[in-house]
């Protein structure tokens, strides 16, 4: 099955009557869905929704997944066969079949189990699926008597390195959430961090947050890390994210594809160092004075170019401002003082260059949630993207800015 008609099965009309069929062998009614997160990639998609169902003692809202185009992991109700085209794997997220600790996440009296031996008190415990990656990665925030704990779910065997890592970096300084343990279905215990996100600050008006706290942070990474297997670059997935327009929005497969294909021609891959690997606001706790005070998602840090995290985050400030038309003002402010300063830390044409490859790969963000007029909003960020490579032939005659130049549309970053 091509990917393009996989990601229309499991997002167009034809998803209501698949998930109907799986919630009716399971003896409900499906009464409602959307999806809310779709991934694809080599011919496979795979979905997460949101839904309503109506069972047997009441009606219920259930998060659900599918995956189709691929060898399908056991324990889904498989729904079609060779007379529908395709056989489509679907379940609940409690029982996610590569997120196994999951199903503990989401059990409050589990939970509180896992409250009393972090010392955290005996009482009730609530959850809720904070972030969910089907066959990917959960985040589940557990809310006790005595405070919070975030549970992140990821397949068995990353779970102790997980752990290790989250230990790793808080033993050299590096304020990510602290472990305080890890089991053997894949399920990570984390502290709370304090503040909010940068993301949240911004909503808000404008940040005191300095950049050169920002390179500082990333500097802290400690060296251990470089032993972890090397990340692929922003750079190095371009082609690919290109692609992945063209899939999702087919009369933008030549342009992005292009575009691509110039960023490539005139880029550079700099020195092997510690990176985060994801580094952008919503990553990046501070406090009320802006400064940054916790680092999210350490998942992804290991050895790759230092490019990479100075150019995602100005990247997805870039994106973030044409999310947010009426913090827009706020964010520029932000990503400009970013930029001066990320200048000096790294060549200002390879940076703009990078920075419009993590852009092109932000385009199906939009898609990938589900938003109302994402079609548009994927031309935008492509649009963006063409921006900040035509910033990096201006680099040395000007130091005007793409932010400014922006089509604004409502949808995620």
């Known amino acids: 099955m091509a990917e393009h008609d996989a990601l229309e099965l ?4 034809t998803a209501g009557e698949i998930l109907g ?11 409602d869905w959307r999806s809310t997160e779709v991934a694809h990639g080599n011919g496979v998609a795979t979905v997460a929704y949101r839904t309503t169902i109506a069972w047997a003692d009441g009606v219920a809202d259930e998060v659900l997944g599918a995956t189709v185009g691929g060898p399908l992991p056991g324990g889904v109700t498989v729904v079609g066969g060779p007379a529908a085209g395709a056989e489509v794997g679907v379940w609940r ?3 996610d079949p590569s997120l196994l600790g999951l199903r503990t996440a989401l059990n409050p009296a589990a939970v509180a189990g896992i409250f009393s031996r972090c010392g955290l008190g ?7 699926l904070r972030a969910y990656r089907p066959l990917r990665r959960a985040v589940v925030e557990a809310s006790g008597p005595l405070g919070r704990l975030f549970l992140k779910a990821v397949p068995p065997e990353q779970g102790r390195a997980l752990h290790e890592r989250h230990r790793l970096l808080t033993g050299a300084g590096v304020p990510a959430p602290r472990s305080l343990g890890w089991t053997d279905d894949g399920l990570v215990v984390l502290e709370a961090l304090g503040g909010r996100t940068l993301r949240s600050a911004l909503r808000s008006g404008p940040v005191a947050t300095d950049p050169a706290g920002l390179v500082e942070l990333l500097e802290r990474l400690p060296a251990e890390l470089l032993e972890a ?4 670059t922003w750079l190095e997935r371009t082609a690919y994210y290109a692609r992945s327009v063209g899939n999702v929005v087919p009369e933008l497969a030549g342009w992005s594809s292009e575009l691509a294909a110039s960023i490539v021609a005139e880029s550079t891959i700099g020195p092997i160092v510690p990176v985060h690997g994801d580094f952008y606001e919503a990553q990046v706790h501070v406090d009320r ?7 999210l998602d350490v998942d992804t840090a290991g050895p790759g170019d230092r490019l990479d995290d100075l150019a995602c985050l100005v990247g997805h400030l870039s994106v973030l401002a044409q999310v947010l038309p009426p913090n827009a003002d706020a964010i520029d402010r932000l990503a400009e003082r970013c930029l001066s300063t990320f200048d000096r830390q790294a ?5 703009r260059l990078r920075i419009a490859s993590v852009v092109l790969a932000l385009a199906t963000g939009p898609h990938r949630v589900q938003d109302a007029g994402w079609q548009q909003a994927t031309r935008d960020r492509v649009a963006l993207a ?11 005659r000007s130091s005007a800015l793409p932010l400014r130049e922006r089509n604004h549309h409502v949808s995620q970053a």
């Not at 005996?122 to 809720?128: A, C, H, I």
């Not at 004075?289 to 916790?294: A, F, K, N, P, T």
């Not at 060549?347 to 940076?351: F, H, M, Y």
């Open 289 to 295: 004075s802006g400064d940054i005070v916790g680092l």
């Open 10 to 13: 499991l997002t167009g009309t």
């Open 386 to 396: 063409e921006r900040w490579y035509d910033a990096a032939h201006r680099v040395h």
């Open 122 to 128: 005996d009482g009730p415990v609530s959850v809720k």
């Open 93 to 95: 997220a409690a029982h």
């Open 347 to 351: 060549d200002p044409t390879q940076l």
């Open 21 to 31: 069929a799986a919630v009716e062998a399971a003896g409900g009614q499906l009464v």
């Open 229 to 232: 297997p090397r990340r692929t």
